[in-house]
């Protein structure tokens, strides 16, 4: 049975100006896949990831999601694919004058026209698994770093897309934040969502993704098994890279 590509990405390139982002990068997100994405600062990570759903405009190259090709879309039609992919951010961008309740349901009312008690009854389920059930009327402000990430991921989730795209999720939060949020995305892991993570989080890595993409100098140098990444990268861009976050 060949799995299904979910993610097909084909000479993907990014410029900003003169500067070159992104070059000529490959690759395949399959379905149920954990793919992380790891790397020095300024490797070009956000910026792939939100080339994947059209949030930035790559310069050349394609990305099919599902078979469709996002470059070849107009606004309307980046947003219906957009539909299927849930993203989380750095910074977790609640609305501060909603409860986490109303911004979990705002979206699945609002773009998918689902009625009230149908949505309320959704974002509640979703609270309930990432552990913020008991917050559901609290407002933002008064919810920690970490308990803010959640309900993000619920108001993600409550799309229900095929695929997620975290963009560091963790690396706002203190750091003992950080294991609840990372809890929530292995159990996600665990029920075979699709999923592609950029993470400073090596352990996340190492237990959680199928494969590690590695990038540096505006490619993906190295695409392995946590387990040969980790213990035999092959490329000497990679062993200093591990080298400094072992001695860090």
Known sequence: MTEEVMIDIQNLTKKFGKNTILKDINGQVKKGQVICIIGPSGAGKSTFLRCLNQLEKPTSGKVFVEGTDLTSLNEKGVQAIREKMGMVFQSFNLFPNKTVLENVKLAPKKVKNMADDDATAVAKQ?????????????????????????????????????????????????????????????????????????????????????????????????????????????????????????EA
């Open 126 to 246: 979703l609270l309930t698994e990432v552990g913020m059930g008991a917050k559901a009327d609290a407002y933002p402000a008064s919810l920690s770093g970490g308990q803010q990430q959640r309900v993000a991921i619920a108001r993600a989730l409550a799309m229900k897309p095929d695929v997620m795209l975290f963009d560091e999720p963790t690396s706002a939060l203190d750091p003992e934040m950080v294991g609840e949020v990372l809890k929530v995305m292995q159990e996600l892991a665990n029920d075979g969502m699709t999923m592609v993570v950029v993470t400073h989080e090596m352990g996340f890595a190492k237990n959680v993704a199928d494969q590690i993409w590695f990038m540096a100098d505006a490619g993906i140098q190295e695409k392995a098994t946590p387990d040969e990444f980790f213990a035999h990268p092959k490329t000497d861009r990679a062993k200093e890279f591990l080298q400094k976050i072992l």
